[in-house]
């Protein structure tokens, strides 16, 4: 059986057009099922998974943060250092109003609004990384180095132990 071929996502398309090197990587989709199913099903560390939230700040503008998939993403420490009031995870209809993707298929790369962009600084001591490809049960492989070139992350430290 051939695997389906997801490749034409706003996020590949995005991808393609800065010239990010990634490979494919398929899974079942899980509901509910996070970074601990994807990792598992890959054969790869849930550290190395990075996840794709959408959260927004006091005055609902949305913002994305990028965080190791067996971490957690302190808001509090989060705000403090985006100089805003208070920043929380968007409901599930704001989160794919602002990036165009399905909860649980959201990707950094293509998104429907130009957003700011947050990064766990750990992340870049990874080799590399395996993030949300625009479809659920889709990741693509990338170097960190890479992601920062093509999104331009502000790194901060706000990493919990999940």
């Given amino acids: 059986m051939k695997k389906p071929s997801h490749s034409q996502t706003p996020a590949t398309q995005f991808l393609r057009k800065q010239g990010v090197e990634f490979t494919e990587h398929f899974y079942e989709y899980v509901e509910k099922g996070g970074t601990a199913v994807s990792s598992e099903s890959l054969g790869v ?5 990075v996840k794709t939230l959408m959260m927004e700040d006091e005055s609902r503008a949305p913002l994305v943060v990028l965080m190791h998939g067996d971490r957690k993403v302190s808001t509090k420490n989060l705000a403090r250092h985006a100089g805003r009031k208070r920043i929380e995870p968007c409901q599930p209809e704001v989160a794919q109003r602002h990036s165009g993707y399905q909860v649980g298929g959201t990707s950094p790369f293509g998104t429907r609004k130009a957003m700011p962009v947050f990064m766990e600084r750990s992340i870049l001591d990874l080799d590399r990384i395996w993030i949300n490809g ?3 049960g889709y990741l693509v492989c990338i170097a960190p180095s890479e992601l920062v070139r093509a999104l331009k992350p502000e790194l ?3 990493a919990l132990e999940g």
């Fill in 134 to 136: 625009g479809r659920r």
């Fill in 45 to 49: 560390p849930e550290h190395s998974v």
């Fill in 156 to 158: 901060v430290e706000v």
